[in-house]
């Protein structure tokens, strides 16, 4: 079935000055739009019309028959999750449920910090960083391209897209500093927290 | 190179001084500044000024694509190969096109950097500013035998630069059979590595337009046609037939 570009769920500029408002015109505006629209026109008249979109990138991943498809599904699914996965005024730590299972499976919050950084600074090329629920434990992982951790069964709760167009206007070739403020600024604890209570 | 103390006071001091110094010498500091390694492989200058390929292809792109993203592949690439001196003496070339023989705890590295630091170096010396037109010689013979004209080979080229999803390049390849092929590899991955040879490639990873044309990869991929240098494809051709 067609899928809605979603709004951003907060002003252009809202996140300023991490990530600028000429960054998120192009990234919402002109990427997400363009893959939501790809999808569209790709799914309609499938045997996958039917199915929800994540429906559709589970039945899909893997099918080298169907990669323009899965390209464009997972790309419009992953900008939706990354976008709520930031506010304005965001970062800080996590609480509650969340913040004891990210002590207990990484053995601290400063752990899990690591290994998520380093998990955006060393995706080679175009992908994501991902905080997962893996069966029972938390765990980072970082994707290729639109590659995405639910055709592996995981449960994405926070996301990173590390393209270079999330940050080039703002941070050109220092992927490492978009991702600093990306955790010290950005993230929707909130949101992430959700995720983990209703996976 | 590492920059101690004195040398950094020279160059500070140097940079100052830029206005009074020609074009030559103030290339020269910058490539001091910026290669940043220590190693067998060096950061080859840029054949010509950063902002000799506008309007196609803007000056802080250039800075950023060669003093940050190749200067970063080549100091990787040294630092990769500094415990194997064995591929410190041979060429990144042949480094890459043996990439399945380099040691597995170096392998992914050098697939990148190694990848990267040749892909690179080729990029600069096929663009000029007194570039596009259309091919001369002996290239231009071969494209229209392979690809019918060479409004079609540009076609094929582009499409292939417009499909690559991600990261990664668009080329004009010499195959094993010696014969011309459009094709488009993932990241840095070399034409090398499928012993092929890369006649010419174009850059699309977003790093290489986003500045200048954002989203817009199609528009990139024309507009470059007006900066690639014939005749150093030309050259690149007859170097890979023979």
Redesign the interface.
Known sequence: MAYELPSLPYDYAALEPSISKSTLE?HHD??HA?YVSKYNNAVKGTEFDSKSIEEVIKAIAGDASQ?GLF?NAAQAWNHSFYWQCMKPNGGGTPTGELAKKIDVDFGSFDKFVEAFKNAGATQ????WAWLVLDGDSLKVTKT???DNPITSGQVPLLTMDV???AY??DY??KRPAYIDDFLGKLVNWDFVAQNLAAA | MVLNRRDFLFLASASISTMALGSFAKSTLAQSLNDGSEGPFELPPLPYDYNALEPYIDEETMR?HHD??HA?YTKNLNKAVSKYPELASKSAEDIVRDINGVPADIL?TVR?NGGGYVNHKMFWEIMSPNGGGTPTGAIATAITSAFGSFEAFKEQFNDAGAKQ????WAWLVLDSNKQLKVMGT???DSPLMDGMYPVMGNDV???AY??NY??RRGEYLQQWWNVVNWTEVNKRYQQGMA
Do not use: I
């Open positions: 192009f002109k990427h363009a990669t390209n080679f090329g175009s992908g290729l391209n639109a393209w270079e167009h080039y206007l050109q070739n | 950023f940050k993203h970063g992914v990148n999803f991600g990261s990664g993932a990241n840095q990873w977003e790093h986003y500045l954002r989203n």
